[in-house]
């Protein structure tokens, strides 16, 4: 009975997976929308078997989460007999500050950082504890573990997380780049040692996690030395709806010349922006650009022109700050599915000797290395799985 429940808890929203950690399979996972809205709705999917949804408004995450237990424990569509056969419940917690480098056993105290570091993630921290505080009352006695996003790039050296603005803004209010999508990043990199059989403590990797939200990660032997998003998920690469790095200039400039508030302009360069605002509003799903492309669209021609051109130029950089590479990684939604994004940026680095197999390469969702074998540098597919990442925390924190 290792069962691990895995939540990730959005503001109106609640995903899970429940993984047996004897096998790191997955029993069941799930999804449930509009929490505390008119219409919410569980969907519940016992893997290998057919997925049931149940439409029943709840008015708050405690509800959700009762509701949740009833599924994984229902006669027919369940995958456990009662919620005893839950170990230890894991949390997706987006920011962690420096006080977390690594998952936590939650605590009173743990809650009241967390709480803390809400003003950094405004939409993220405090739904995250609402979920945490639903299972404890759901399911009182039994162990939760806080994994946090920002715990992978928090042992990046000073030189490259601090920005270079007036260092008391990083004494004062802990300025400085923090790099999310850390569980993923992390995943990918020690499961990339693995798969190349590269040295474990040496190993130069560079993990390219391409979803709607993006963001690329430099690590030698699975410690992150530089990562592209920064104080919030806004800086870096381009991305669905996110411009990723601009001239902050050009913020000012926009709220002179359209007499915005800097609010409304972050709104537009975090909601409006990315793919979908270089390409006229066709859409922030590459699939949709890539369709408009074929058809002859040139702004979408560009939006994904840029969007691969800015993943080479972080790769680039990231190869000269470690002196070379050994695994570069395509994970997430465009990551594994994208062939022509793995290929354009894969052979960016031919002047390394690095080369992708366009047979090999023509692959989805799979963990395939699609370098050719004589390929200096080991291109790879590695799907991420950071439910599982933060059930192995889970487990190894609670094993008793
Ligand atoms: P997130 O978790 O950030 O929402 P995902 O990792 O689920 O993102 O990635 C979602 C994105 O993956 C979609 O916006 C879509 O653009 C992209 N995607 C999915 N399939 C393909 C495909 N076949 N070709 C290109 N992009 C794809």
């Known amino acids: 009975m290792k069962n691990v429940l895995v939540i990730n808890c959005g503001s109106s929203s609640l995903k899970y997976q429940l993984i047996n950690m004897e096998n790191e399979e997955a029993l069941a996972k799930g999804l449930f929308e509009r929490i505390a809205i008119p219409g919410s709705k569980l969907t519940h999917e016992p893997i290998g078997r057919e997925k049931f949804k149940i439409e029943k408004d709840v008015k708050n995450h405690t509800e959700a989460i009762a509701l949740v237990l009833e599924a994984l424990t229902d006669k027919d569509h369940g995958?456990?007999?009662?919620?005893?056969?839950?170990?230890?419940?894991?949390?997706?917690?987006?920011?962690?500050?420096?006080?977390?480098?690594?998952?936590?056993?939650?605590?009173?105290?743990?809650?009241?950082?967390?709480?803390?570091?809400?003003?950094?993630?405004?939409?993220?921290?405090?739904?995250?504890?609402?979920?945490?505080?639903?299972?404890?009352k759901a399911m009182p006695g039994v162990p939760n573990v806080a994994a946090f996003d920002t715990s992978f790039g928090i042992s990046m050296p000073e030189k490259a997380y601090k920005y270079a603005i007036p260092n008391e803004y990083y004494e004062n209010y802990h300025i400085r780049r923090y790099g999310f999508h850390g569980t993923s990043h992390m995943y990918v990199a020690q499961e990339a040692i693995k798969f190349a059989g590269l040295d474990k403590d040496t190993a130069r990797v560079i993990v390219c996690h391409l979803g709607n939200g993006a963001s690329i990660s430099a690590s030698i032997g699975g410690k992150c030395v530089d990562s592209s998003m920064g104080l919030t998920p806004l800086e870096g690469l381009i991305m669905g709806t996110r411009s990723g790095d601009i001239d902050p200039a050009i913020v000012q400039y926009i709220c002179n010349k359209e007499n915005k508030s800097v609010d409304e302009v972050l709104d537009i360069l975090n909601k409006k922006s990315g793919v979908l605002g270089m390409s006229g509003g066709v859409s922030s799903d590459f699939r949709d650009i890539e369709n408009a492309e074929a058809d002859g669209?040139?702004?979408?021609?560009?939006?994904?022109?840029?969007?691969?051109?800015?993943?080479?130029?972080?790769?680039?950089?990231?190869v000269a700050v470690m002196g070379g590479v050994d695994a570069l990684c395509f994970t997430a939604g465009v990551g594994e599915n994208d062939k022509i994004t793995r290929q354009i940026v894969g052979n960016a680095l031919g002047f390394l000797g690095a080369k992708v197999d366009d047979e090999v390469n023509n692959v989805r969702g799979k963990r395939t290395m699609i370098s050719t074998p004589d390929?200096?540098?080991?291109?790879?597919?590695?799907?991420?799985?950071?439910?599982?990442?933060?059930a192995r925390d889970t487990y190894r924190l609670t094993k008793k």
């Open 79 to 136: 995958v456990i007999k009662d919620a005893s056969e839950i170990y230890a419940i894991g949390h997706r917690v987006v920011q962690g500050g420096v006080k977390y480098p690594e998952s936590v056993v939650i605590t009173d105290e743990v809650k009241k950082e967390i709480e803390k570091f809400s003003d950094l993630a405004p939409l993220h921290n405090p739904a995250n504890l609402m979920g945490i505080e639903a299972v404890e």
């Open 375 to 390: 390929s200096k540098v080991k291109i790879m597919l590695m799907p991420t799985n950071e439910e599982l990442a933060i």
């Open 297 to 318: 669209n040139n702004l979408a021609k560009v939006a994904l022109e840029a969007f691969r051109y800015r993943i080479i130029k972080y790769v680039g950089a990231y």
